[in-house]
T-cell receptor, first 110, second 115 residues
Framework: GDSVTQMEGPVTLSEEAFLTINCTYT??????LFWYVQYPGEGLQLLLK?????DKGSNKGFEATYRKETTSFHLEKGSVQVSDSAVYFC?????????FGTGTRLTVIP | DTAVSQTPKYLVTQMGNDKSIKCEQN?????MYWYKQDSKKFLKIMFS???????INETVPNRFSPKSPDKAHLNLHINSLELGDSAVYFC??????????????FGSGTQLSVL
């Protein structure tokens, strides 16, 4: 069945460091892929998305490219800020459902 | 205006009790969901309703019963609470004719603690 695997955290970085959170997926067909973010005390928010191979989603300095050949959708940011501290979820839509990864907690320290 | 609102935000109760979590959306969406987020932050769908009809019912104990009085509301009732029910429960909605699209709107979560 469809599934998403993302790297386990927690991840702790210093401000202005480079961020990568890995995400790979298993799906039949060509699912749409997403990154959601959950800030402390809040619900989930859509961060970015890509709907077909080679698409790059971007928002708030974050980017992720839909790689069909490696079935991956890694999240990257060139320079993280303290305000980026949150839990990040990779997700895909398949078979009438939205499948989430387990979430990766990011803590950015000044 | 809050798009998806769920109450209460925090719920602390003892084992064996029955409790309900309410969810309302004012977006005019057709589909509503309940997700459970466990202590490891894993999100798992529990139920999905489309126009008051159940369309997804994952393997969830019978103690959990969703109730949708109208398409703007999807409440979650839990009987005989157990320690393992402790988690954050998220309500969500989407405008989807058949299954979810990517525009899922989430509530802020209800943190349930069973003592």
């Amino acid at each position: 069945g469809d599934s998403v695997t993302q790297m386990e955290g927690p991840v702790t970085l210093s401000e202005e460091a480079f961020l990568t959170i890995n995400c790979t997926y298993t799906a039949t067909g060509y699912p749409s892929l997403f990154w959601y973010v959950q800030y402390p005390g809040e619900g989930l928010q859509l961060l970015l998305k890509a709907t077909k191979a080679d698409d790059k989603g971007s928002n708030k300095g974050f980017e992720a490219t839909y790689r069909k050949e490696t079935t991956s959708f890694h999240l990257e940011k060139g320079s993280v800020q303290v305000s980026d501290s949150a839990v990040y979820f990779c997700a895909l839509i398949g078979a009438n459902n939205l499948f989430f990864g387990t979430g990766t907690r990011l803590t950015v320290i000044p | 205006d809050t798009a998806v609102s769920q109450t209460p935000k925090y719920l602390v109760t003892q084992m064996g009790n029955d409790k309900s979590i309410k969810c309302e959306q004012n977006l005019g969406h057709d589909t509503m969901y309940w997700y459970k987020q466990d202590s490891k932050k894993f999100l798992k769908i529990m139920f999905s309703y489309n126009n008051k009809e159940l369309i997804i019912n994952e393997t969830v104990p019978n103690r959990f019963s969703p109730k949708s009085p109208d398409k703007a509301h999807l409440n979650l009732h839990i009987n005989s609470l157990e320690l393992g029910d402790s988690a954050v429960y998220f309500c969500a909605s989407s405008q989807a004719a058949e299954g979810p699209n990517e525009k899922l709107f989430f509530g802020s979560g209800t943190q349930l603690s069973v003592l």
